[in-house]
């Protein structure tokens, strides 16, 4: 029976201590009598004076919830005059919320891709609060904070000034050229590199554009769970390839794969570096448009016991390699900044995909990133990171030697944030891992990283992010689990 305006404020009950809000209680109790017909098509409600005085609320809570219902399209709200109900409610509405509200929530259908999602061991399952050693990470208290905040500001006041449109913003390109081309080798012109919210974008935008279906993809074995997932999901048969002393081994007398992703600079997780006959082999066997070769150098910027290897990149003269970077580790991990240099024969078409996919990066972070290497801000960050890792890493080494000797045998890497260290008895590095988490130490199973059977069992353990008491503090605590 529809009710008089009079009427309404008994049939409304606000609770102050409920965690919904007065406004949020007062605009879905209207729209429920609105919608059950109790208030009819151009009945009148109160005044929000009168009403706000019957609730005995604010007259901005009836005001709030007045306008809210009025965007909604359930009530004409002018000023001076009360709301009037410009809908008909009853049948139509009510059958609707009758008709949902019957229904049981079934269990959501999912993409063959999201249905497998849960069982992948990549994104590592216990990313909580940061604790040590956990691998994959610098250090973000020893980031210069005040003077990129300073870039950060400038980049926003400048904004209205910016040239709108470019997504892969130009003083970013250009500045990143210039660095690349100068510390890793690089052979690209700025218009080749794309600006992207980090690496594992990189990756799944090379495998949408290059990957069909069924495609083969080699992988190192063990290598970045992250490139297996990027390329599974577009349907690629991922393969594993297993490492020796030069690193990822050329698998000959089988097809030709579509692509082949390594890390040659320092191998993740291994830190080998790849060596120089190695690299001329896969860009010998690599053919532009069949074979693409991807480069991830992550963590190429640290390097502590000779001159860095220049990038594979560098080396191709056929445009067949992708090179894929990261601000991750060189910066922060909150930065989500990466990008890709693409070869020359596809740059139009991954700008295209890019746009596509929705894989754009801020422009006023990519101006104030501009800023922060053009001013050389950046090289300096990394020479400062690069003493200081190389000291914890020396720290790590020793401490690790010094207690865990007998158990762990670390493999010293030559650059990169973190070390594998092998299990000499037995073969359970699951369970290691496991007591490790349960007493505070984050480290991951070098098993784990491996796709088909592992071949190898170990600790993965990051030494970059941590200073050298709490890298001591952490290996006794190891010291005390085995
Ligand atoms: C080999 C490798 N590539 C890429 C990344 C991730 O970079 P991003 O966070 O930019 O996706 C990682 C992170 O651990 C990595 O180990």
Redesign the pocket.
């Known amino acids: 029976m529809p009710v008089f305006a009079e009427m309404i404020a008994g049939l409304i009950e606000l609770k102050r201590s409920d965690d919904e809000g007065l406004v949020a209680q007062l605009t879905s109790q209207l729209r429920r009598l609105i919608a059950s017909g109790r208030i009819s098509k151009g009945g009148a409600l109160p005044s929000s004076r009168r009403f706000a005085s019957d609730l005995g609320v604010s007259r901005n809570t009836v005001t709030y919830a007045f306008e809210q219902l009025a965007a909604e399209g359930y009530l004409e709200a002018s000023r001076g005059r009360r709301p009037v109900v410009t809908i008909d409610g009853g049948e139509r509405i009510e059958r609707a919320g009758a008709t949902t509200s019957r229904l049981r929530p079934g269990k959501p259908r999912l993409s063959p891709w999201a249905s497998k999602l849960k069982q992948a061991d990549w994104p590592m399952s216990y990313l909580a609060p940061l604790s040590p050693l956990r691998p994959?990470h610098g250090d973000a208290r020893e980031f210069p904070n005040e003077i990129w905040a300073r870039c950060l500001r400038r980049s926003a006041v400048r904004a209205a000034k910016r040239e709108l449109g470019p997504v892969n913003r130009p003083h970013l390109r250009e500045a990143l050229a210039q660095y690349l081309g100068d510390s890793r080798g690089v052979r690209a012109a700025a218009e080749q590199i794309m600006i992207l919210p980090?690496?594992?974008a990189a990756l799944t935008l090379i495998a949408a554009t290059v990957i069909t279906p069924g495609d083969d993809v080699w992988v190192e074995d063990p290598g970045?769970s992250?490139a297996a997932a990027a390329f599974r999901a577009s349907g690629a048969r991922v393969i594993g390839v297993g490492l020796d002393e030069q690193g990822m081994q050329r698998v000959v007398g089988t097809a030709a794969p579509k692509l082949v992703f390594m890390?040659p600079s320092h191998q993740?997780p291994t830190g080998r570096l790849m060596s120089l006959a190695r690299r001329t082999d896969f860009l010998a066997a690599s053919r532009p448009g069949r074979t693409w070769i991807v480069e991830?150098d992550?963590d190429g910027e640290f390097h502590y016991d000779s001159r860095p290897v220049p990038s594979l990149q560098g080396l191709d003269a056929h445009g067949r390699v992708f090179y894929v970077g990261?601000f991750?580790k060189a910066m922060t991990?909150d930065i989500r900044l990466?990008y890709l240099v693409a070869p020359p024969a596809l740059r139009d078409t991954l700008e295209i995909a890019q746009r596509h996919m929705g894989l754009i990066a801020a422009s006023h972070i990519q101006e104030a990133l501009a800023e922060f290497i053009g001013d050389g801000h950046f090289r300096a960050h990394l020479r400062r990171m690069r003493r200081l890792y190389h000291v914890r890493r020396d720290h790590l080494v020793g401490e690790m030697e010094r207690r865990l000797g007998g158990v762990l045998e670390v493999e010293v890497p030559s650059g990169g944030i973190q070390l594998v260290a092998r299990l000499t008895r037995g073969s359970a590095d699951r369970v290691a891992v496991k007591r490790l988490v349960a007493a505070g130490i984050e480290t991951r199973a070098l098993s784990s990283l491996s796709l088909d059977r592992p071949r190898d069992h170990g600790l993965l353990l990051g030494f970059a992010a941590w200073r050298e008491s709490e890298i001591s503090a952490a290996v006794r605590t190891m010291a005390s689990c085995f």
Request: overall charge negative; hydrophobic content about 5%; aromatic content about 14%.
């Open positions: 994959g980090s690496a594992q970045y992250g890390t993740h991830d992550y990261t991750s991990s990466g």
